[in-house]
């Protein structure tokens, strides 16, 4: 199973409380570690988390050096969590832009967890999937017939994933919004959407297993009947 998550309300969730925007990210990497605690009992075997997305270039320079920072420290305290558990660190997105001592600390997480095989942790840095889809396509072979699964192939070199992900099967977003924010989408074109009105710095053990039992009572089709089903 393949659970993404768009991590939406730490700069709300600080408003609400008289804090400064950054105090609601720093709480919201809690929430990441509670997310891949119940990821991990559940048994997901890719865990997605959109945490920087190519347009949050634009947000102050202060909240965006704060928001690397955070990344970048979770990678490293991390790291020992990840090899105990058999989780698999992996950096999704463009890598052109971030700053060199980033890099190494990515470089050095994926390679010290790359023997990990309970579960595919996908951080998503620096990501568009408008971006991710072109640069795919300009890749693409033109005297050769290509397939949606040698499409996906590129795609996955271009956002530099390490293994192969697979289709979403469900994609969470928390905050209140209803939207996709050009996350992934050539990979959740029929993954199952579970939208809460939750601020992520809220979203516990608790609310991650109510979306995992929303998901478990729906049917999916894939645009066949049910009495098609196999």
């Known amino acids: 199973m393949h659970v993404a998550i ?3 309300g730490n700069g709300r969730w600080a408003r609400q409380r008289g804090l400064p925007r950054t105090a609601g990210h720093v709480e919201g990497v809690k929430a990441v570690r509670a997310a891949v605690r ?10 997605t988390l959109y945490a920087f997305s190519s347009a949050n270039w634009g947000r102050p320079e202060a909240e965006v050096d704060a928001l690397m920072r955070l990344v970048r420290r979770y990678l490293i305290t991390e790291r020992a969590r990840c090899i105990e558990q058999s989780i698999r660190i992996n950096v999704i997105g463009r890598r052109d832009r971030l700053s060199g001592p980033f890099l190494r600390t990515i470089n050095r997480s994926e390679r010290l ?11 998503v840095v620096d990501y568009s999937s408008h971006y991710s889809i072109m640069r795919a396509a300009w890749r693409a072979d033109r005297s050769s017939k290509l397939t949606p699964k040698g499409f996906y192939r590129l795609l996955q070199q271009v956002d530099h994933s390490a ?5 979403v099967d469900l994609l969470i977003r928390t905050g209140g919004e209803r939207r996709l924010s050009d996350f992934m ?8 959407l579970y939208f809460t009105d939750s601020l992520w710095p809220d979203f516990d ?3 991650f297993q109510c979306a995992l039992d929303d998901y478990a009572g729906r049917q999916r089709r894939f645009g066949r009947l049910a009495t098609e089903q196999r």
């Open 6 to 8: 768009i991590m939406d």
């Open 38 to 47: 119940s990821a991990v009992h559940a048994g997901v075997q890719t865990l």
């Open 113 to 123: 967890t790359a023997a990990g095989s309970r579960m595919h942790l996908r951080i």
């Open 163 to 167: 293994l192969p992900a697979g289709a």
């Open 185 to 192: 989408l050539w990979e959740v074109a029929h993954a199952e």
């Open 205 to 207: 053990e608790q609310c």
